[in-house]
């Protein structure tokens, strides 16, 4: 019978590492042992009640780390450790050019929830409209009763086009019926404006459907 | 005489974006698909023959830089012509999409006969 | 003497809910959305009762001892959904015997080992699917020791996986032919399966969200995992896919289920496309 059954797992776990240990693997010349730093870590933190030196450790790191996969273990580990020291670390990288650390640290702060609330509300009046973009993308994961506000004000007075266009996608996903006079009001400044008219046409309809608000993904 | 559609393959983590930019490309007669992301049009991109792809510079799992690295080392799939768009509109932008493996590139928000004429350029069909 | 009122059912507050629910993703890493609020205050409702608790509080406190594991395993089973039939998704069993071994094999040397988990694994289908298979279509079966796996949080359904015992509905997509080849049928129309599979499979305990268990496991060349990240938010789906990426051979694979996306939670896994399936796998490279 070419099944065998053994009897353990295999070789039996490696005790864990201490954070020490793990804090200086991650900066190791080998990608593997970064990764696998970083992924205890963010077990490691998450259940000790998060360290700040492990979290400042994770995020100094990001700073020079090209290698994806560790930088998806890293982005996880403080998704994993949560909390508003995270939160703080993660928004300045908001502002970097490079796309796949933006972007990462955009999907963690939306992870972060409330606990990024503190860091992120300054980025929705920052000076670069790209900050300001994806302060509103981070929205996404807040409450309602903190968003929509927020929402309302930049509808109402935003002039960058593209962090209208996010405002609105937002507002949708909010599904708050609130909204709709900000979304009315916001259309006549952008009268002519191919997509954000577009958007504000598709978020008026669905807000007054007062239907399911999420637009199917494929 | 009867022509197959060219089949557009529109890559960005906006629904709304997704089913506008859906819109103006069927409406010139193209057939569309969506992907959420670029690991989502990396997939799709291997399931499926596309004519063209147009994709989102900003989007979770994998961006559209790291998209079109992967999509140009995928045998299956390496010359699928690409359209990149992006809200930031420096120069620098268009030559680091360039360079990644775009063959054009468009800041956001994108003019409907924009993106038909680039379309109809990068498809080879005259405009 | 008056009649003794029976006790009014225990009542779940919205807040009780929320409190539960996020409590229960802590643990387990399993969300339930608000859709899912019936489904859940009728099995705490039930528990609550054959608990003796007075009311979700005394019972959610009690949740919390030290001594409460059994409990919170009972409870466990009742939230997580167990329905699963032989040969479910068999493209990628398909997909495995024509593509997935073969390229596997040939870094490996007649008589080695390698290992395919299934996880979760629920009462066992899955995996003796998988066992089955292999017997049936890899024409390499013999040349190589396969070690298969069976994993799931819920210890009432390893129970049955290791029990082996079927109802016919289970077997629906079973030609006769196997069915005859692999199980004996037991007097109420139940079937139960041949000792030498049910002995060929290992069945063991595991929560997907914690790290440090999964790291018993290692080397793995194949995981099915179906149709269970679904039932996850964001953050544990990435975990747990981090930690899957840890326990896998540098090139082995990992199956979900076909309705999911690995495109939706992570990048650091491969796309590879087959006529059966898309599957994804872990670097050649990765470490």
């Avoid at chain 1, 909204?179 to 009001?185: E, Y």
Wanted: hydrophobic share 45%; aromatic share 8%.
């Amino acid at each position: 019978m070419p099944l065998v059954r053994a009897d353990a797992a295999g070789a039996p776990a490696p005790p864990p590492a201490d954070s020490e240990f793990l804090v200086t693997a991650l900066t190791s010349q080998d990608a593997g042992a970064r990764r696998r730093a970083a992924h205890e870590l963010g077990g490691l933190a998450a259940q000790a009640g998060a360290e700040a030196k492990i979290i400042e450790a994770l995020a100094t790191q990001l700073q020079t780390e090209n290698n994806t996969a560790v930088r998806e273990a890293i982005f996880a580990a403080l998704g994993q450790i949560g909390g508003a020291h995270a939160a703080a670390l993660l928004a300045p990288l908001l502002r970097l050019e490079d796309a796949g650390l933006r972007n990462g640290a955009l999907e963690t702060l939306k992870r972060l929830a409330d606990a990024a609330v503190s860091a992120v509300d300054p980025l929705l009046a920052d000076q670069d409209a790209d900050v300001r973009l994806l302060a509103v993308e981070v929205m996404r994961g807040w409450k309602p009763d903190r968003a929509v506000p927020r929402l309302a004000a930049i509808l109402a007075s935003e002039q960058q086009v593209n962090v209208v266009g996010a405002a609105v996608d937002v507002a949708l996903q909010a599904g708050d019926a609130s909204l709709l006079p900000a979304l009315v009001a916001c259309a006549a400044r952008f009268a002519g404006a191919g997509y954000v008219e577009f958007a504000i046409a598709m978020a008026v309809k669905a807000l007054t459907d007062r239907s399911a608000v999420h637009v199917d993904e494929p | 005489m009867e022509t197959i559609p060219a089949r557009i393959l529109v890559i960005d983590d906006s629904a709304l974006v997704r089913q506008y930019h859906r819109q103006i490309l069927e409406q010139a007669g193209y057939e569309v698909a969506e992907a959420v992301n670029g690991m989502d049009g990396l997939e799709k991109a291997l399931e499926q023959k596309f004519d063209l792809c147009v994709v989102d510079v900003n989007m979770p799992v994998m961006d559209g830089y790291a998209f079109l690295h992967a999509l140009r080392a995928a045998p299956a799939a390496h010359d699928l012509p690409a359209l990149m768009i992006s809200t930031e509109a420096a120069a620098a932008d268009r030559d680091q999409a360039l360079a990644a493996g775009a063959n054009a590139y468009l800041t956001k928000p994108v003019p409907p006969a924009a993106l038909c004429a680039y379309a109809a350029a990068m498809l080879g069909v005259a405009s | 003497m008056p009649p003794i009122k029976a006790a009014a059912d225990p009542k779940i507050s919205e807040a009780d809910y929320v409190k539960f629910c996020d409590y229960f993703y802590r643990q387990t890493g399993i969300s339930f959305g608000g859709g899912k609020q019936y489904y859940v205050d009728k099995r705490l409702i039930d528990r609550i009762q054959k608990t003796g608790s007075e009311n979700f509080d005394r019972y959610f406190a009690s949740l919390k001892r030290s001594d409460a594991a059994p409990e919170f395993e009972k409870l466990t089973s009742l939230l997580t959904v167990n329905e699963t039939y032989f040969f479910r998704e068999d493209h990628q069993f398909e997909c495995m015997v024509l593509h997935m071994l073969p390229e596997i094999v040939a870094r490996r040397r007649k008589g080695e080992r390698f290992r395919i988990w299934s996880m979760p694994c629920s009462t066992g289908e899955e995996p003796y699917s998988i066992a089955i298979f292999l017997l049936e279509n890899w024409s390499s079966v013999d040349d190589f020791d396969i070690e298969i796996i069976g994993s799931d949080i819920d210890t009432g359904a390893l129970a049955a996986a290791r029990a082996g015992i079927y109802e016919k509905r289970a077997l629906h997509r079973l030609p006769k032919s196997l069915v005859q080849r692999y199980f004996s049928t037991l007097a109420d129309d139940r079937f139960r399966l041949a000792d030498s599979l049910r002995d060929s499979v290992r069945f063991t305990q595991v929560n997907c969200m914690d790290a440090m268990a999964m790291r018993a496991f290692a080397n793995i060349d194949i995981i099915f995992c179906r149709n269970m990240l679904i039932y996850f938010d964001d953050q544990s789906r990435l975990s747990t896919v981090q930690n899957f990426y840890d326990c896998m051979a540098p090139g082995g694979f990992i199956c979900l289920g076909h309705s999911e996306s690995m495109s939706r939670i992570s990048s650091i896994f491969a796309p590879r496309h087959f006529p059966q399936a898309m599957v994804h796998q872990k670097p050649l490279g990765g470490a």
